[in-house]
Every structure is written in structure tokens, then in C-alpha cells.
């Protein structure tokens, strides 16, 4: 695996050099084949070491999953933000309220990739 990391919404990618170096199944994610020069999130994920080879005429390898820390703890804070600013309603004018409520609901859709 190469020390290549991106994140693509709430997914991390990790780049495999060269799959048969691959012994077991990275927990939290899935084994994609895809395409060389395409992205791996629009790759097969794999069930089995069996299926390598199997998708793709150039075939590139990659572990897809595992919701990055990052994104995890920003959907902590936001939720804790969202309940507080909800549960002390009273105390903020309207507009304060409108404002922080639609930045951390916009938010939350952004990063979670859902309508709220």
C-alpha cells in the first residue's frame, strides 16, 4: 500500500501499489478494483482475493471506506452544536438562531452526503 491517502466526502481511499502483496481484507473497508486512470470509488468492490483480476481490462487496486476521524469528530461537534442550540432556543434571537441552525444542518448534509 502507498502512503497515498485522499478523502472523497466521508470516505478514505487508500492506494494499493501492488495487490499481491495484499494478505487480508483492511477492516472498515472494501477491496475495489478499478480502471487505472478512473476513480477507485467507481470501482467493483471485491469479495474475495479470487475476483482480483476479474473487472477490469488495466486493473488498479485500492481499500475504499473507513469514515476518516476528521469527518467523524466534525460530525460530533455539530450534532453537540445542533442539540444545544436547540434545547436553548429561547436565549438567542431569531435570526441568530436561523443562522447557526441552517449553517450546521447545511453542514451535516454537506459532510454526510443526506438532505436535512
Not at 28 to 34: D, I, N, R, W
Not at 58 to 64: L, S
Not at 70 to 82: A, P, Q, T, Y
Request: charged share 30%; hydrophobic share 35%; proline share 2%.
Amino acid at each position: 500500500m502507498t502512503d497515498e491517502m485522499r478523502e472523497s466526502r466521508v470516505m478514505r481511499i487508500i492506494l494499493i501499489d501492488d495487490v499481491k502483496n495484499v494478505q487480508s481484507f483492511k477492516s472498515g473497508y472494501e477491496l475495489v478494483e478499478y480502471e487505472a486512470g478512473t476513480d477507485p470509488l467507481g470501482g467493483f468492490c471485491l469479495m474475495g482475493f479470487d475476483e482480483v483480476g476479474m473487472f477490469c481490462t488495466n486493473p488498479k487496486y485500492a481499500f475504499v471506506g473507513g469514515k476518516s476521524n476528521m469527518f467523524r469528530d466534525e460530525i460530533g461537534n455539530l450534532v453537540s452544536d445542533l442539540v444545544m442550540l436547540i434545547e436553548a432556543e429561547d436565549c438567542y434571537n431569531e435570526t441568530y438562531y436561523n443562522s447557526e441552525y441552517k449553517r450546521i444542518t447545511e453542514r451535516l448534509a454537506e459532510i454526510g452526503g443526506t438532505e436535512i
